[in-house]
């Protein structure tokens, strides 16, 4: 099995399920006691807002940098970025270590291409929805994204940054996400994509009038792609 590795923290309630959705993926695909070979490096998250607020994504792209070569280093064949959002300075990362650094908006377009989904709307936070980091590899991949919903995006970045990285859920702010899928829904698309990586925890994405594509279960499953690339379930000796 190959070692993945994982630039966590941001936030810790994300990394937390990464951490459990690799580790189920794996012994579902293999059975018996399995449990994926993870490697992960948390940063402080103070640090990184403390920089995104300042605009300082070079000074961002350095903190991930050293992180994901500390994760190479140690052993990891793969590494991913554990947030949408830091996927802003991917291409950084990606030039400094000599593994793969699977960016997640290609795993959710290759997933979707798959599907055969041509048309969808991106929900997440404000610079995922609107900047060209996150949208152009959906488009990439073949996918027309709606115009993002400007109205309610600083709605949704409160519930993300004032509660959901605390990990704190409301009935309210679960019906303002229901409500806001909802009408999402009725425009002349295919699908949602979850762009963000807690917002699953306010989100049936199971329950809901079109299909909804979850950022972080799509990622974890790539990664365990990759760490079971020709690995055959073998059942434990007891």
Same mark, same amino acid.
Request: glycine residues 6%.
């Given at each position: ?35 994926? #070979? ?6 402080? &998250?103070? *640090? ?7 605009? *300082? ?29 830091? #996927? ?5 990362? !990606? ?7 699977? #960016? /997640? ?14 048309? !969808? ?12 980091? &996150? ?17 309610? !995006? ?29 009408? /999402?829904?009725?425009? *002349? ?12 925890? /306010? ?15 799509? #990622? ?19």
């Amino acid at each position: 099995m190959r070692t993945i590795g994982l630039i966590g923290g941001m936030s810790w309630v994300s990394t937390e399920t990464y951490y459990r959705r690799i580790n189920s993926e794996v012994q579902r695909r293999l059975g018996g006691f399995n449990s994926a #070979h993870l490697l992960i490096e948390s940063v402080n &998250y103070n *640090d990184v807002a403390r920089l995104k607020l300042h605009d *300082d994504w070079d000074a961002a792209a350095d903190l991930m940098i050293r992180s994901a070569k500390k994760l190479e280093e140690a052993g990891a064949t793969a590494i991913l970025i554990c947030s949408n959002a830091m #996927h802003k300075i991917h291409s950084q990362v !990606a030039a400094a270590v000599n593994v793969p650094v699977l #960016h /997640i908006a290609d795993c959710i377009g290759d997933r979707m291409k798959a599907d055969g989904i041509k048309r !969808a709307a991106l929900v997440g936070t404000h610079n995922v929805m609107t900047e060209g980091f &996150y949208r152009k590899r959906l488009v990439a991949k073949g996918v027309t994204l709606v115009p993002a919903d400007m109205e309610r !995006a600083e709605e949704i970045d409160r519930i993300i940054y004032d509660e959901l990285m605390f990990s704190r859920t409301t009935r309210d702010s679960e019906r303002t996400m229901k409500t806001l899928l909802t009408n /999402i829904a009725k425009q *002349d698309i295919e699908a949602i994509v979850l762009g963000c990586t807690e917002l699953a925890m /306010i989100v049936d994405t199971k329950a809901n009038i079109l299909p909804i594509y979850d950022s972080t279960e799509i #990622h974890c499953d790539a990664a365990v792609d990759w760490m079971l690339s020709g690995v055959e379930p073998v059942e434990p000796e007891l």
